[in-house]
């Protein structure tokens, strides 16, 4: 029988390192590229490359914060725009130029704040994953699970809908912005 232990994470560092020696757990096919990365005035924790070829950002913190949620969009948003610097930067990935960046959150737990901005981006919301760290006799061991932005909960599996159009995306992103920013006027 196998005793798996929770271990407190200790910091956002610590499990950056921990996702980067397990990325394909994290998705098929995903390739640690650097960590931490600048995204001009944001870090990001953690770069990788997925099976495609497109840069996907990470976002790392203890308790995930709505600054967390912004951190992940702004650091895709920064590298979307400055494409021209992949090479020079992740010199021995191959990665695409067409296909912006993805965004990720990881995180322990997600505080209430940052789960109404996932609910409130909606399908422009950055994937985020709660992550659980255990000891057993062999080593760590991670516990993830995928956040439905809808819900806030756990997700089974994942959505067979179709993902929108880049252009589209970024259209509901602005609108679900400026809706979230409205309402925070009223509190």
Known sequence: MRVLRRRAIADAGELAGVLA????????????????????????????????????LVACDVVAGAETVLRAIEGAAWWAEHVALRPRVFADAPLGREAPPRALVAASRFSDRALRLLRALGPAAPEAFECGLFEDADGPVIGLERLDAASGRAQASPSAEAPPSEGGRAAALIERLERLRFSEGFR
Not at 23 to 44: C, K, Y
């Open 21 to 56: 020696g397990a990325a394909g757990q994290v998705e098929a096919g995903l390739t640690p590229l650097q960590r931490p990365v600048a995204a001009g005035e944001v870090t990001i924790d953690l770069a990788c490359a997925d099976a495609s070829g497109r840069l996907v």
